[in-house]
């Protein structure tokens, strides 16, 4: 069964103050590990997928990484908008091939001016 | 591009009604649809696969009687609660993965607030 992980479960930074998010996982055959970000009230917006260990992405201060067991989400000078919960998902090669998503539990973070 | 729209945003049904739900693809064609639950600070929950002009696939414990699912097209899905009740009160969200590869991100709608007095 695929199993994903989110550390810490909430973070509170400092505007400018940067920091990164954990996301580990274990997926038999990982088609692709997925940074989501979501408001209170609002559906997940997408950011990154990830496919192989070793391939990184970047939008804006989000920079997401990938190894072999986690991926980190490095948020560079945060500013108070960045404010949300952040959710990381595996599609994994097994079950069925409809391309089921696993979901953490997310990482509640608070950017204060 | 990759807009997922749902409807209604927000319901209010008294115990033991019926309440649809539409989820649909604005601006791609989606071969599977995905519907989701989720409790307030938690995670996203899968309750059922949706693949067009075929039956759902639900989820261990989700009831298929009561939550039925219906993908008529390449751009709707629907959730009908049926005989709702206090319990069913959650954030409903779907999400839609389009049609040209199964390995392409699946993009989620804005979601339904269900309250059931």
């Known amino acids: 069964e695929d199993q994903v992980t989110q550390s810490p479960e909430a973070l509170r930074l400092q505007e400018g103050e940067s920091s990164s998010l954990n996301c580990s996982y274990t997926v038999s055959g990982l088609r692709g590990l997925f940074w989501y970000r979501q408001d209170p009230g609002k559906g997940p917006e997408f950011l990154f997928t990830l496919y192989s260990a070793g391939e990184e992405k970047e939008k804006e201060r989000l920079k997401a990484t990938l190894t072999k067991k986690e991926s980190f989400l490095h948020i560079t000078a945060p500013k108070p908008e960045d404010s949300a919960t952040y959710l990381c998902a595996v599609r994994s090669a097994g079950g069925t091939s409809y391309g089921k998503l696993t979901f953490g539990q997310g990482t509640i973070l608070t950017v204060h001016p | 591009g990759a807009v997922v729209s749902q409807h209604p945003s927000r319901v209010i049904c008294k115990s033991g009604t019926s309440v649809k739900i539409e989820c649909r693809s604005l601006?791609?064609?989606?071969?599977?649809m995905f519907w989701y639950r989720q409790f307030p600070k938690k995670s996203l929950m899968l309750m059922a696969t949706?693949?067009?002009?075929?039956?759902?696939?639900?989820e261990q414990g989700v009831e298929k009687d009561k939550f039925l699912i219906n993908h008529a097209s390449l751009t709707l899905s629907t959730l009908t609660v049926t005989s709702a009740h206090p319990e069913d009160s959650s954030f409903y969200i779907c999400?839609?993965?389009?049609?040209?590869?199964?390995?392409?991100?699946?993009?989620f709608g804005p979601g339904t607030r269900l309250t059931v007095l």
């Open positions: 601006d791609f064609q989606a071969t599977t």
């Open positions: 999400s839609a993965r389009e049609r040209i590869s199964s390995y392409n991100e699946q993009f």
């Open positions: 949706s693949n067009e002009g075929s039956k759902a696939t639900y």
